[in-house]
């Protein structure tokens, strides 16, 4: 059997920004339009991520899982054009979306990022639901678990936190799996260790403890927009933890430019074989393979 190929890319941070309404810019906004029209519209460009997803595209993975912030105020206009990139990305069936913190950016539209992907986020079996997360997919041998970091921060705060009934709705569905051999997979916004505490996940120490009970094949983020592979325990091994840079950026400060990564996986007798290659953006604007890496 083939192996089952899953890309990820995050943090598209989709241009060009809409013109906001006046009564949009208030509190936290405030900041947020300030920062994007002085400093990062000129790093996150639309054209570098068209490059980027171009050629993901031509890989022709087996599914793709975009973990959040593809908006970057959660204008109520800006949910139409993200809902238009997804689906030109692919199907509902064939990506798996979850949100980040710039979606949920202010309480006024904090629901809006559900209603308007709602056909990228739904589990297998709760297309209808109200409360989409924790969500499960099925595809192939490996199973996507989808949780929310997203909650709406007051200014200059970007932290992140699930909450103890996705914890507990979490545990549930991972004690499920024990006895099953598929690759479990559980995709989050927020890395599971920050040293930034404006940006961290605040009860990572529970989902920690929860991940070595039951354990994981592979944890996917974003938000931190740089290049990570750190390691957490699990119940019998340890378990990889990715991080991926902005899909839209150029290269600025620490910030790496552009890229996303493909994880091959498949069965070998009784253990899993993943293999991540990393593709990304160069000086010239166009997309090279940046390195190979065995991680289980």
């Known amino acids: 059997m083939a192996a089952f190929t899953l890309a990820h890319l995050s943090d598209p941070h989709l241009s060009p920004l809409p013109q906001p309404r006046l009564s949009e810019l208030a509190g936290k906004r405030v900041f947020g339009y300030l920062n994007w029209t002085r400093n990062r519209q000129k790093f996150y460009r639309r054209d570098v991520l068209d490059t980027l997803v171009s050629d993901m595209l031509a890989q022709a993975p087996d599914h793709i899982a975009v973990t959040g912030d593809l908006v970057n105020l959660a204008l109520e206009a800006e949910f139409a ?41 739904a589990g297998d079996d ?15 041998p490996i199973v996507l678990i989808s949780v929310s970091s997203a909650v709406p921060t007051p200014p200059l705060m970007a932290t992140g936190r699930l909450g103890r ?17 598929i690759f479990r997979v559980l995709l989050i916004h927020h890395p ?19 991940l070595k009970r039951h354990g994981v094949e592979l944890v996917l983020h974003g938000h931190d927009h ?4 750190t390691w957490i325990e699990g119940p019998k091994a340890s378990i990889p933890v990715v991080g991926v840079p ?51």
Request: aromatic share 6%; glycine share 6%.
């Open 226 to 229: 740089v290049h990570s592979t």
């Open 126 to 140: 709760n297309h209808n639901s109200t409360t989409p997360f924790p969500a499960v997919r099925r595809r192939g």
């Open 192 to 210: 599971l260790r920050s040293d930034a505490h404006a940006k961290r996940l605040t009860d990572s120490s529970d989902l920690l403890l929860l």
């Open 165 to 181: 009934g996705q914890l507990d709705a979490l545990e549930r569905i991972l004690a499920g799996f024990t006895a099953e051999q």
């Open 246 to 296: 902005s899909a839209s950026a150029l290269a600025h400060g620490r910030h790496p430019a552009a890229a996303y990564n493909i994880f091959s996986i498949e069965r070998r007798g009784a253990n899993w074989q993943c293999e991540q290659i990393v593709r990304g953006i160069n000086e010239a604007r166009r997309v090279r393979e940046i390195r190979q890496i065995r991680l289980i």
């Open 81 to 121: 054009p993200s809902l238009a990139w997804l689906e030109g990305v692919g199907k509902p069936d064939r990506v798996t979306v979850i949100p980040g913190n710039h979606d949920t950016y202010v309480r006024a539209t904090q629901h809006r990022f559900a209603e308007a992907w709602a056909g990228y986020m």
